[in-house]
């Protein structure tokens, strides 16, 4: 069996450097007549939608295995676990707490903690309550309101015993691929619902997520004041298709509007400088004082990384990803491309030297995975870690503070746009039968987890 490696001096190799496994409530949970409706179930049933035509109503059926995966994850020796919660299993239409829901998250915890495994639970990992979404969802102001009143309820229950919470994943998926490129939940605005046009959209659902942070966290501090906050964004390096300078401006632009977006506000209380480029209506709506605002201090800022984007120049002068080439792709054509994540992030504390400590929340790659006799020989994924694991390391020796790392993903799940044609786990779901298997990524990353040679305190005696 392939192994995973690290030089006995290695930073990740540290006494309080945390590696975990990541999940999302949509993608594992199952159990649909325990929560609200949310934006993926209704996008899942429109033609099209979703590459199999598959939906979110079983999916691992985690609700109903859960103690299974909480063994589970406590035999690979992680010393912690990223979950997000359904904002649908906790909130009601009406504004009521759905304590069943709240206690399913509750008990999860606990027996995580039991096992000595701490939690990072993120607040929102997309999927809005369809009666969220019927108000306008991420365009309506109010909805980052009513995530900050929802937050408090969830922090006002969980409180310390979660290690570290998230407010938002990904928001640029939220925000773009949802609003703006229409790929994800809810999808293309009708016309007569479209409140402007996509790139607007697009913008104003950033805002919106963005205040729904700010207008989170510092609630959440007060009610778990000894947890850390913070906030998951994706990266990914923007390179030029060629060396024209109409494509290097493309690919400078791109990150601008891919990346820089959702973290310059964060850090800085500023869009980047793009913004004054885009039209009277295409910029958000930004009321006085939400710049200021989003400036909230963060403990730590979450990291997801996967690839790296390729951009050339449209003929209006904007930006368009060429689709990776070559034979080093995975499933979901993306080119695995370790340095880039060296480069995102050496290129962001340059950028911002304010740059809080990182945890890499979610790494990971989906390949087809083919059992035989019972095991599922996966090689691929495990030099995929080796490599981001090297990536890492180079990271820390750059100078860049990081505290942990999240593989992505504990199982295979719902691949959102994807369905199930997509397997992202070190464990090997038969989603017929809800069998569990743990693929050979998940023995190396044991073997490996077991021997580090620190002697780790649990999680509930600190
Ligand atoms: O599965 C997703 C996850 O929900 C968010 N980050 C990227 C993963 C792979 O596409």
């Known amino acids: 069996m392939t192994k995973l490696q690290l030089n006995k001096n290695s930073g990740l190799l540290s006494p309080d450097f945390i590696f975990g496994v990541a999940t999302s409530s949509f993608q594992i949970e199952g159990d649909r007549n325990g929560r609200a409706t949310c934006i993926w ?28 995966d909480v063994e589970i994850i406590a035999s690979l020796g992680v010393d912690a676990y990223r979950l997000s919660i359904a904002w649908g299993r ?27 495994i701490k939690t990072h639970v993120t607040l929102y990992h997309w999927d809005l309550p369809q009666f969220e979404e019927d108000q306008g969802g991420w365009l309506n102001r109010d909805t980052a309101y009513r995530f900050a009143d929802y937050a408090e309820v969830v922090v006002g229950a969980l409180g310390n015993k979660v290690e570290s919470y998230s407010t938002i994943n990904e928001p640029f998926c939220s925000a773009y691929l949802s609003y703006e490129a229409g790929i994800h939940a809810p999808g293309p605005y009708p016309v007569s619902h479209d409140s402007g046009n996509r790139r ?78 885009l039209s009277d209506n295409e910029q958000p709506d930004i009321e006085d004082g939400d710049l200021e605002l989003m400036q909230q201090p963060l403990d730590f800022l979450g990291v997801n990384y996967y690839t790296r984007t390729t951009f050339r120049e449209t003929p209006d002068g904007w930006f368009k990803d060429v689709p990776a080439q070559g034979d080093n792709l995975t499933t979901m054509g993306w080119e695995v491309y370790p340095q880039g994540l060296t480069e995102i992030l ?16 979610e790494n990971g790659v ?38 942990g790392y999240y593989i992505w993903s504990l199982m295979d799940n719902f691949e959102w746009a994807e369905g199930y044609t997509q397997r992202f786990g070190i464990v090997h779901i038969d989603f017929d039968s809800g069998q569990r298997r743990l693929k050979e990524s998940a023995k190396a990353w044991q073997q490996f987890l077991h021997s ?7 999680a509930e005696s600190c």
Request: glycine share 4%; with cysteine.
């Open 41 to 68: 179930d209704t996008f899942c049933r429109q033609n099209d939608r979703i590459k199999d035509a598959s939906n979110g109503d079983s999916a691992c059926e985690h609700v109903k295995y859960w103690r299974q």
């Open 90 to 116: 906790v909130m009601n239409a009406d504004g009521s707490v759905n304590q069943a829901g709240l206690n399913f998250y509750s008990r999860l915890i606990d027996a995580l903690l039991e096992r000595g």
């Open 200 to 277: 607007k959209n697009g913008r104003q659902a950033a805002h919106h997520l963005l205040l729904a942070h700010a207008l989170a966290l510092p609630r959440m501090r007060k009610l778990a004041p000894a947890s850390e906050h913070g906030i998951v964004l994706n990266f990914s390096p923007c390179h030029a298709a060629s060396d024209s300078m109409a494509d290097r401006t493309a690919a400078e632009t791109a990150h601008a509007y891919h990346n820089l977006w959702y973290l310059q506000p964060l850090l800085q209380g500023r869009y980047p400088e793009l913004l004054k480029q």
């Open 346 to 361: 050496t290129q962001l504390k340059k950028t911002y030297p304010t740059l809080p400590p990182v945890y890499i929340t």
């Open 366 to 403: 989906a390949y087809d995975d083919v059992v035989c006799h019972n095991k599922i020989n996966d090689d691929n994924r495990i030099d995929f870690f080796q490599q981001h694991l090297n990536a890492v390391e180079d990271c820390i020796n750059a100078g860049i503070d990081i505290k």
């Open 452 to 458: 580090r040679p620190m002697i780790k305190v649990p």
